[in-house]
């Protein structure tokens, strides 16, 4: 399928803005006691989510997990917002409450993301389920690693969703490792998109670092979905150029590899693209750069400026 000039720059807009927001991010966490929480980020892996969201109408719900600051930007989540509740403030899309590791953006519907591995899977189902039930033109995405690939969850997710046709896109961000483990230490197929056989559901491999290949699969999928054909699975092969975590020193991550899978950036890899088909110019990319700088700044300051909720808040939209 063909890929609109607009698409493809919206794409490295959405890219641009996720490297931009988390290195920021990793310069923020240096400084002891500025951010709370763990800081968990996916430079290298940007293709995934803006690919997968790009594809997805805003009815669309996405179901992220850990690694999630990337599929709410895609989704079109405020990065203000988005900032104020990592530093925990008042005026963060969740009040402060969830922090970087539990973001939840309802008006971009992006319900939930949870650090539990494999947790989304079954909640994409149910979501899809809800969809179907309620004859709604619209699909529900899961993104998980290949960890959570591991799970009894992932297998009853599958199942299910294969079992009653829903309309869910489970899409794998095969980084190569879980945590610390690499991938052959934890699963014996060499393609997690093999597994979609046992369920019935197309299984797609796609290039996890080539945006315009992860569209055009989502597209397919979401086409497949929406038409009553079923679920898809997606495995989008990629890699995590930083640690687990922001301390988390990659002893473990030789270093040529580390070097190697940098210069497969998605990134550069689609600017040259769009620049060498004309669809922008280099000043144009310039002022993209810069106004995502701008951006960038403008959401750090306004979460340090914003105030902390009470303690009494945390009794606040709260339900038994």
């Not at 002891?32 to 803006?50: D, K, Y």
């Not at 539990?102 to 539990?116: D, F, G, I, K, S």
């Not at 569209?215 to 989008?236: D, H, M, N, V, W």
């Amino acid at each position: 399928m063909q890929v609109s000039k607009e698409k493809k720059v919206e794409m490295l807009r959405s890219m641009l803005l996720s490297r931009r927001f988390e290195e920021k991010l990793a310069e923020i966490c240096k400084t002891q006691g500025r951010i709370p929480g763990m800081m968990i980020l996916c430079t290298g892996q940007e293709a995934v989510g803006s690919g997968v969201c790009a594809a997805l109408s805003h009815q669309d719900v996405i179901i992220s997990n850990h690694r999630s600051h990337n599929h709410l930007l895609a989704k079109g989540a405020d990065p203000r917002a988005l900032m104020a509740e990592i530093y925990g403030k008042r005026t963060g899309c969740n009040k402060g409450k969830s922090g970087t590791l539990h973001l939840a953006v309802p008006e971009v519907n992006a319900p939930c993301t949870t650090t539990v591995v494999g947790g989304g899977l079954p909640i994409a189902v149910g979501v899809a389920f809800a969809q179907q039930y309620r004859k709604e033109d619209s699909v529900t995405v899961c993104l998980f690693g290949d960890g959570a690939a591991d799970e009894g969850s992932f297998h009853e997710a599958l199942n299910l969703a294969s079992l009653w046709r829903l309309p869910v896109i489970f899409v794998c961000e095969n980084n190569l490792y879980a945590a610390a483990q690499r991938y052959e230490e934890h699963t014996r197929v060499e393609n997690m998109a093999e597994r979609a056989v046992a369920y019935a559901m197309p299984g797609e491999i796609v290039d996890g670092n080539d945006v315009v290949a992860v569209y055009q699969a989502t597209c397919k999928a979401r086409e497949l979905a929406i038409s009553g054909g079923g679920p898809t699975l997606i495995e989008c092969k990629t890699y995590r150029c930083r640690g687990h975590g922001e301390n988390d020193n990659q002893l473990y991550q030789p270093k040529d590899e580390i070097a190697e899978w940098k210069r497969k950036c998605p990134i550069p890899k689609l600017r040259e693209v769009v620049l060498a088909e004309g669809l922008i110019s280099i000043e144009e990319f310039q002022a993209m750069n810069a106004k995502i700088e701008e951006i960038v700044e403008d959401a750090v300051h306004f979460a340090e400026e914003s105030p902390y909720p009470d303690p009494e808040e945390a009794l606040e939209d709260v339900f038994a």
